[in-house]
């Protein structure tokens, strides 16, 4: 299973929680992406299904790295549970200007905390996408903690990827930091309290070879094979 966290976006560019909010690449993400799709053609990682969420930035990835690996035209599923985890009332702001209005220790808690989310979204506010079409029939989170994100991503990856897993296929989830994260966790065991210390770089995929349906335990950068 071949993981990636989508490239650039336009709020990583400019310091701002961002969460389930829309936002599309960079001209750096979007060349991160190619070189990781360039990357897998280049070592033979080559993947047969992909998985991504419902949001344009892992999309877009997911396109652009199949494209330059001529993989465009396999199979692909997207689905919400694979969104970014949501940030709740903090989306939309600027982290430095977060971190001078609540202070470090605050901040460090509502982003790196295992169960503690950040504070609710207001209903009707500018970021609340409950009546957005992608999530009709949807209840939308209002904010959600690492813990949360879990609750929706490894159920999802347990129904939905890891069966085509054990059928041999070779699996690409292009998504985000947080619910990669769940999956890592996952996948590799590590605890509650250090995987807040886990950090998924953008643009580069994250490898776990998988026999018979399970993970090895063993994690590695494309880019190191």
Known sequence: MILVRHGQSQWNLENRFTG????????????EAKAAGELMAATGMMPEVA??????????????????ADRLWIPETKDW?????????????????????????QVHIWRRSFDIPPPVL????????????????????MTESLKDTIARALPYYEQAIQ???????TVIVS???????????HLSGISDD??????????QP????????????????????
């Open 194 to 203: 250090d995987i807040s210390a886990l950090e998924i770089p953008t643009g």
């Open 81 to 105: 549970r694979l969104n970014e985890r949501h940030y709740g009332g903090l989306t939309g702001l600027d982290k430095q200007e977060t971190r001078d209005k609540h202070g470090d220790e």
């Open 163 to 169: 069966p085509v897993l054990a059928a041999g296929k």
């Open 175 to 185: 998504a985000h930091g947080n619910s990669l994260r769940a999956l890592v966790k």
């Open 51 to 68: 998985f991504t969420s419902y949001q344009t930035r892992a999309i877009r990835t997911l396109h652009i790295a199949l494209r330059a």
């Open 206 to 225: 994250i490898v776990y070879p998988f026999a018979n349906g399970q993970a090895s335990g063993e994690r590695y950068y494309l880019s190191d094979a």
């Open 122 to 141: 207001e209903r009707g506010s500018e970021f609340d996408l409950s009546n957005d079409p992608r999530y009709a029939g949807i209840d939308v989170p």
């Open 20 to 31: 389930w909010w829309d936002v599309d690449l960079t001209e750096l993400g979007e060349a």
